[in-house]
């Protein structure tokens, strides 16, 4: 997923999952400080209405001091039971009985009786409950209803939490657009490498901050693509000077290799040298166009036309074309078009569907072989394959087959006339149209050429 691979995704998920951690580490912290707050307010509370009610004890006759009763004053009696302290109750338990003798109003009927042992504070439910053991088998205990005090807490912790959902929401937002500003440079270096990866090097990276990290990258990237367009252009440049510079004696040699071919030569050598000459000499016309051709492509100074065409126009010119060279050669040369229109050059692109095709059949080496061509729009694209059952081309050439003057195996060395540039030119010019070049091969079995163009919306 692309969340998971985006830089600045990752950067995002990271930071809100570190805000969010210490978002509710201090929402805790806060709501517990402030629930043990309450409960020592409350516990302090309920600590100062002990000893009204070990006061309210009294002794038993004088014949029985061991005898003990409790009564409340109406004086002390206000403290409990009363509108202002409705949630406050207590419970007495005399001479180490499991019955209270007496208890508030307000006060449960199952509460425990504690034992000596336990903590003098202790919560049941909603009830927060601390007693006393004032005399030997008696306790008195005063508890709270605290009810609407968690209610309180409640409110208090969803309180937090819409808090801290705002301030994480808000982080969220003036993070991504920090984190977009800061990686912003890192778009604008994709964006021109990509376009000089398309071959415009003539592409720069505009550097808003040179003095950041990503500015000094940039700084560093603009001077290696300078030297890059330096090194093009100097290749270009040297592949076009040589090509001149070689046309005129190859053309001199070639008319001195006709004429002494119209002259009836005396001696058979004479005339086997003459033939050879003129081979070699056309064979050089041939690369040095070639390569004429490849650099002005190479240098953007080749015009294409920007018309309608349709591939299968293309497609049925070609194996018009080629079928006598086909029927030469014992192959079966078919056509299998549908309309495939885009916008081009048809000259070109008809010299790209030449070669190859021409290749498939020159480089089939099996007698009854098939050759297919065919042309359809698929998803979005104008397509033209060029389909053969000849000796396929091994997997260690494949990368390398769109190389200039590469050749991968015996069936395609120079005896079958190449220049080891087709291949080449053809790329270069179906990149031109905005396309793509593909080749699909496995030995013995068959090569398939695809050619894929934008198509033209009808």
Same mark, same amino acid.
């Given at each position: ?12 998920? *990271? ?28 516990? #302090? ?17 004088? /014949? ?8 409340? @004053?109406?004086?002390? =009696?206000? /403290? ?6 409705? @949630? ?9 009985? %499991? ?8 006060? &449960? ?24 053991? &004032? ?30 959902? @705002? ?9 991504? *657009?920090?984190? %977009? ?40 990237? @603009? ?8 090194? !093009?252009?100097?290749?270009?440049? !040297? ?22 071919? #119209? ?35 190479? =240098?953007?100074?080749?015009? !294409? ?52 095709? $021409?290749? =498939? ?54 005896? $079958? ?25 496995? $030995? ?5 050429? $695809?050619?894929?163009? &934008?198509?033209?919306?009808?």
């Amino acid at each position: 997923m692309r969340i998971f691979t985006s830089i600045r995704w990752r950067l995002q998920l *990271w930071y809100g999952a570190l805000l969010l951690a210490v978002l509710i580490g201090f929402g805790i912290t806060v709501f517990e400080v402030e629930k043990n707050r309450q409960l020592q307010r409350f516990d #302090a509370d309920l600590h100062d209405r002990l000893p009204i009610l070990v006061d309210s004890q009294r002794p038993g006759p004088l /014949w029985d001091r061991r005898v003990r009763r409790f009564h409340l @004053n109406p004086e002390d =009696a206000v /403290w409990f039971d009363q509108e202002r302290n409705g @949630n406050v109750y207590y419970v007495v338990w005399l001479h180490d009985s %499991a019955t209270p003798v007496t208890f508030s109003k307000l006060a &449960p009927r199952d509460v425990p009786r504690p034992h000596p042992s336990d903590p003098t504070h202790r919560n049941r439910g909603a009830l927060r409950e601390t007693f006393v053991f &004032p005399e030997p088998g008696d306790c008195i205990l005063v508890g709270r209803d605290l009810t609407r005090d968690l209610m309180g807490l409640n409110q208090l912790a969803w309180r937090l939490c819409g808090i801290g959902s @705002n301030v994480l929401s808000l982080a969220l937002v003036v993070g991504g *657009w920090l984190v %977009a500003r800061a990686l912003r440079p890192i778009d604008v270096i994709a964006a021109t490498a990509g376009r000089i990866a398309t071959g415009d090097l003539s592409q720069r990276i505009v550097v808003a901050d040179s003095k950041s990290e990503l500015g000094r990258l940039a700084m560093i990237l @603009n001077s290696t693509f300078a030297r890059l367009e330096s090194a !093009f252009s100097q290749q270009a440049r !040297f592949t076009a000077d040589a090509a001149h510079e070689l046309r005129t004696p190859v053309s001199v040699l070639l008319s001195h290799s006709q004429n002494g071919l #119209a002259c009836p030569c005396p001696v058979e050598e004479h005339h086997d040298a003459f033939a050879a000459s003129q081979r070699a000499a056309q064979r050089m016309r041939r690369l040095i166009e070639a390569l004429l051709e490849l650099a002005r492509l190479d =240098a953007g100074q080749e015009e !294409f036309r920007r018309e309608p065409i349709d591939l299968a126009t293309i497609a049925q010119d070609t194996v018009e074309m080629l079928r006598p060279m086909a029927d030469e050669r014992k192959i079966d040369l078919h056509l299998e078009s549908t309309p495939a229109g885009c916008i081009g050059d048809s000259g070109r692109l008809g010299q790209v569907a030449l070669n190859l095709v $021409t290749n =498939a059949i020159v480089h089939h080496h099996r007698t009854g072989g098939d050759v297919k061509v065919m042309s359809r729009v698929d998803d979005g694209f104008a397509c033209l394959r060029v389909i053969d059952n000849g000796p396929g081309i091994s997997a260690e050439s494949l990368p390398h087959l769109f190389e200039r003057f590469f050749r991968g195996d015996s069936s395609r060395n120079r005896s $079958t006339g190449g220049t080891g540039l087709g291949l080449a030119i053809s790329k270069a010019i179906v990149e031109s149209h905005g396309g793509s070049i593909e080749v699909q091969s496995e $030995t013995g079995k068959g090569t398939t050429f $695809t050619i894929r163009l &934008p198509a033209s919306k009808s």
